[in-house]
């Protein structure tokens, strides 16, 4: 096991590539970092799914928003690349 980050240099080495991405860390983690290196693993029609709290706030543009959906307390953002 090893953590997002060591996981996502090794994947980017790799060239590796997914048609969805699904994100559910802690809603207390600054996520930004993070979903700045997803770009380069995401495949030309592939999404990425973050789950993180109604309450936090993110300004993503490396990606294009699709959607976003409210369940409760949680927010789904749907991202794809431009």
């Known amino acids: 096991q090893q953590d997002a980050q060591t996981a996502l240099k090794r994947l980017t080495k790799e060239k ?3 048609d969805i991405i699904y994100i559910d860390p802690p809603y207390s983690l600054d996520i930004l970092p993070l979903l ?3 770009p380069p693993l995401l495949a030309s029609d592939g999404i ?3 789950e993180q ?3 936090a706030e993110i ?3 490396l990606l294009e928003k699709i959607e976003e959906r409210h369940f ?3 927010t ?3 991202w794809q690349l431009q």
């Open 16 to 18: 590796e590539q997914f």
């Open 36 to 38: 700045e290196k997803i």
């Open 48 to 50: 990425v799914i973050l």
């Open 53 to 55: 709290s109604k309450k």
């Open 59 to 61: 300004d993503f543009s």
């Open 72 to 74: 409760g307390d949680t």
């Open 76 to 78: 789904l953002h749907f």
